[in-house]
């Protein structure tokens, strides 16, 4: 399977899984991989993340954050300029090929905006500055088998809240997702730092992400219990990573819901 993943500077995606050096992950993790195994059988709220198989079985990172609905990155459905790769199935808790729940993704949903702002080169996509914003999307599911699990919060309020909400937390997000390296387990980054909260509502941050990560929750631990701020989106090449940071998608920019 390939593995969504979107590569920026100037933001550029490609569809290919990458096979990456111990130099080049380095690089990637800031000079160290901070990642840690959730143990499965996964409890909340790592339970409800799983997943995202398209239909040309390409795979990203959702999370569940309602009976029927999780989010991911948009992106992981418009790697393909002649059509859309539509997602298939989620899978919450997935683990070595097994899971929690199935849900059968009825339909994928995001703003036309992101669409439009893509420009397709052989095998990359660019994103134009006026899409960056937009890669997040939501996906209405259906339980197929197994028990659901809790969903993850969304985040509700405002920017104003929002960057209380970040300094409240000392600017300390979590990240979990299923990078390439290990696509059949879930790794999380606990304790990484957002760098930048940015005019578009898009984040700068610095959690140890991976092809396969793009779409996985980042959430900030509240008085009420975590709840999701954004989803990943993109990520330097490694040899620019001194030029920048990750991108996550902020839960503002969520179209309304399906």
């Given at each position: 399977m390939k593995r969504r993943y979107l590569i920026a500077l100037v933001i550029a995606?490609?569809?290919n899984a990458f096979a990456l050096s111990n130099k080049e992950k380095k690089a990637l993790f800031f000079?160290?991989?901070?990642?840690?195994?959730i143990e499965a059988?996964?409890?909340a709220p790592f339970s409800a993340i799983g997943q995202l198989e398209t239909a040309a079985a390409s795979t990203c990172t959702a999370t569940l954050v309602a009976p029927d609905l999780a989010i991911t990155a948009a992106h992981c459905f418009l790697m393909d300029a002649k059509k859309l790769d539509a997602g298939r199935w989620f899978k919450a808790g997935f683990h070595k090929g097994e899971y929690q729940a199935r849900y059968q993704v009825l339909s994928q949903t995001f703003h036309p905006r992101f669409k439009k702002g893509l420009v397709y080169k052989g095998d990359d996509v660019?994103?134009?500055d006026s899409a960056a914003a937009y890669d997040i999307a939501w996906l209405k599911l259906k339980l197929?088998?197994?028990n659901a699990p809790a969903p993850l919060a969304l985040f509700s309020g405002n920017k104003t809240e929002l960057k209380a909400?970040?300094?409240?937390s000392k600017s300390l997000i979590t990240q979990a997702g299923f990078a390439e390296d290990h696509d059949t387990e879930l790794t999380a980054h606990k304790d990484c730092k957002i760098t930048r909260l940015r005019t578009n509502n898009t984040i700068y941050h610095r959690c140890d992400t991976l092809a396969g990560d793009s779409g996985s929750p980042i959430w900030i631990n509240t008085a009420s219990g975590p709840q999701i701020i954004a989803v990943q989106s993109s990520a330097p090449d490694w040899f620019n990573r001194k030029k920048a940071d990750n991108v996550g998608v902020t839960v503002l920019q969520?179209?309304?819901?399906p």
């Amino acid at each position: 399977m390939k593995r969504r993943y979107l590569i920026a500077l100037v933001i550029a995606l490609s569809s290919n899984a990458f096979a990456l050096s111990n130099k080049e992950k380095k690089a990637l993790f800031f000079g160290t991989d901070n990642r840690v195994f959730i143990e499965a059988p996964y409890a909340a709220p790592f339970s409800a993340i799983g997943q995202l198989e398209t239909a040309a079985a390409s795979t990203c990172t959702a999370t569940l954050v309602a009976p029927d609905l999780a989010i991911t990155a948009a992106h992981c459905f418009l790697m393909d300029a002649k059509k859309l790769d539509a997602g298939r199935w989620f899978k919450a808790g997935f683990h070595k090929g097994e899971y929690q729940a199935r849900y059968q993704v009825l339909s994928q949903t995001f703003h036309p905006r992101f669409k439009k702002g893509l420009v397709y080169k052989g095998d990359d996509v660019y994103i134009q500055d006026s899409a960056a914003a937009y890669d997040i999307a939501w996906l209405k599911l259906k339980l197929v088998d197994g028990n659901a699990p809790a969903p993850l919060a969304l985040f509700s309020g405002n920017k104003t809240e929002l960057k209380a909400g970040i300094a409240h937390s000392k600017s300390l997000i979590t990240q979990a997702g299923f990078a390439e390296d290990h696509d059949t387990e879930l790794t999380a980054h606990k304790d990484c730092k957002i760098t930048r909260l940015r005019t578009n509502n898009t984040i700068y941050h610095r959690c140890d992400t991976l092809a396969g990560d793009s779409g996985s929750p980042i959430w900030i631990n509240t008085a009420s219990g975590p709840q999701i701020i954004a989803v990943q989106s993109s990520a330097p090449d490694w040899f620019n990573r001194k030029k920048a940071d990750n991108v996550g998608v902020t839960v503002l920019q969520l179209p309304p819901k399906p």
